[in-house]
C-alpha cells in the first residue's frame, strides 16, 4: 500500500564530474564546447525562469540571458557548489530583476497574503485522491493544470516549490539560492505542498480527473 | 505518543523527506490508520510532489534550444552567423598583422622571466590569460595557481602578448602547450 511509504525519492545529479571536465576544456580555449555543457540542464533553466514569471515569453527571454550570462562569467564559477545550482542561481537572480522592473509584486497573487507564513496551515479539502498514474501528463488539459496551479502560489512559495520539488536540488542548496534559511525553506515547502493540495484536489480527486478516460468508471476493460 | 491532526499537518512535509524522528514517525503511522482526512492530506501532498517532480510536468517549448544555441553562437567565435564568420576573419586577419609586426620588432621580445621556465608552444594567440606583475608564468583566468600580492591588479592580456613579456605557460592550467 502507498499510504505508509515515506522518503521522497529524488534522482541524483550524476552530471557533476562531467560538468568540471567540460568547465575545464572551456576555459581552455574550447568555448564551444558551453552548448554540451548547459544541454542537460536548459529545462530546469527554462521552468525556473517560468515558474517566477509566469509568463511564456518572458520566460524564455530570461531563460536565454541566464544561460549567456553564464557564459560571460563561467570564469568566476570556482566549483564550489555544482555547476547546475550556480546556473539555477543566475536564473533565479535574472528573473528577479525582471520581475523588479515590470512591478510584477503588484500583482502577486492573495494566496501570499492571506496565509502568512508563520502560522499553522489548515487544509481546506479533504477529498483522497487515487494515486494518478504518470501517463496522465501527456495530456495538454493536466499540465495546464498544473502549470495554473503552481502560478497561483505567492512568490515565496513558488520559488522554495520549485526548486526543492520541479529541480530536485537538497533543502540546504534551495536554501543556498534563494539566500534564506533552512528552517524557512523546510515552512515554506510544507505551506507550498498542502496548498497545491487543496488547489488541485477539485480537478484530480473527486472533480475534472475522475470524468477523464482515467477515471472510476470509464475503464476500458 | 500520541498526536493530533494539526500537528500531522504541520510535519507531513517533514515525513515525507523522512526527517521525522522514529517516535513521531510511529505516532503519525498510527494517527493515519484513524484518520481519514489526514490519510487524504497525505496521498494528496504525495501525489503533488510525483506530479510535479516528473520532468513532462512542465515541458521545453518547441524551438526553445534552437532560441539559446543560436544567441550563444553570436557569442562564440567562429560560430554560427554570417557576421560571426566575418569577424573571425577580421580577428584573423588583426591577429596575422600583430605577427607581422612582432617579426619586424622580434628583438623586443623579452628574455624568459625565470632560467628554469619551460616556453610552451602552441598556445592559441588570442586566447585570453592572466599574469601578476612579479610572476613567471600565465593563467587561464580562474587558475589558483596564479601568485600575486595583496590587492595587485591581475592583467588580462592576450597570450601572445605575455610570451613577448617573457611569461612562460603555468605548468597546471596550461600544461598541454608544455614542450614535453
Known amino acids: ?221 | 505518543m500520541v498526536v493530533n491532526c494539526e500537528r500531522v499537518w504541520q510535519e507531513i512535509s517533514n515525513y515525507l523527506e523522512g526527517e521525522v524522528n522514529p517516535d513521531l514517525r510511529a505516532a503519525m503511522e498510527a494517527h493515519f490508520r484513524e484518520c481519514k482526512h489526514c490519510t487524504a492530506v497525505l496521498n494528496g501532498t504525495r501525489n503533488v510532489i510525483h506530479l510535479y517532480g516528473d520532468d513532462r510536468s512542465l515541458p521545453l517549448p518547441a524551438g526553445f534550444t534552437a532560441g539559446w544555441q543560436s544567441r550563444l553562437a553570436e557569442y562564440i567565435p567562429g560560430r554560427g552567423t554570417a557576421f560571426g564568420w566575418l569577424l573571425a576573419v577580421a580577428a584573423v586577419a588583426l591577429i596575422s598583422g600583430s605577427f607581422a609586426l612582432a617579426r619586424l620588432d622580434a628583438k623586443s621580445v623579452s628574455a624568459l622571466r625565470s632560467y628554469h621556465a619551460e616556453p610552451g608552444s602552441g598556445v592559441p594567440d588570442g586566447m585570453m590569460v592572466e599574469v601578476s606583475a612579479d610572476g613567471k608564468t600565465f593563467h587561464v583566468p580562474g587558475c589558483r595557481f596564479l601568485h600575486k600580492h595583496e590587492n595587485e591588479n591581475i592583467r588580462l592580456i592576450a597570450a601572445s602578448e605575455a610570451i613577448r613579456q617573457g611569461y612562460v605557460p603555468c605548468v597546471r592550467c596550461l600544461r598541454q602547450y608544455l614542450n614535453r
Open chain 1, 1 to 221: 500500500m502507498l499510504l505508509f511509504m515515506t522518503a521522497v525519492a529524488k534522482p541524483v545529479d550524476t552530471g557533476d564530474e562531467r560538468a568540471q571536465l567540460l568547465i575545464t576544456r572551456i576555459r581552455n580555449g574550447e568555448s564551444s564546447l558551453f552548448a554540451e555543457l548547459v544541454k542537460p540542464y536548459e529545462r530546469r533553466v527554462y521552468v525556473t525562469a517560468l515558474a517566477l514569471l509566469r509568463n511564456e515569453a518572458d520566460a524564455e527571454d530570461v531563460a536565454q540571458e541566464a544561460i549567456l550570462k553564464a557564459f560571460t562569467y563561467l570564469r568566476q564559477f570556482r566549483g564550489e557548489s555544482r555547476f547546475s545550482t550556480w546556473l539555477i542561481q543566475i536564473t533565479v537572480n535574472e528573473a528577479r530583476m525582471r520581475q523588479r522592473k515590470r512591478h510584477a509584486e503588484l500583482f502577486e497573487p492573495l494566496a501570499e497574503s492571506h496565509n502568512d507564513e508563520e502560522g499553522t496551515y489548515t487544509p481546506r479539502d479533504f477529498a483522497d485522491w487515487r494515486e494518478i498514474p504518470s501517463e496522465a501528463l501527456e495530456r495538454g488539459e493536466v499540465r495546464a493544470i498544473l502549470a495554473k496551479a503552481l502560478a497561483s502560489l505567492g512568490q515565496k512559495y513558488r520559488e522554495v516549490f520549485l526548486l526543492r520539488d520541479v529541480e530536485h536540488m537538497s533543502i540546504e542548496e534551495t536554501a543556498q539560492v534563494l539566500s534564506i534559511s533552512v528552517a524557512s525553506v523546510k515552512t515554506r515547502l510544507l505551506r507550498a505542498r498542502l496548498m497545491l493540495r487543496d488547489i488541485l484536489a477539485p480537478a484530480f480527486a473527486d472533480g475534472w480527473f475522475s470524468r477523464t478516460p482515467f477515471g472510476k468508471g470509464s475503464k476500458p476493460w
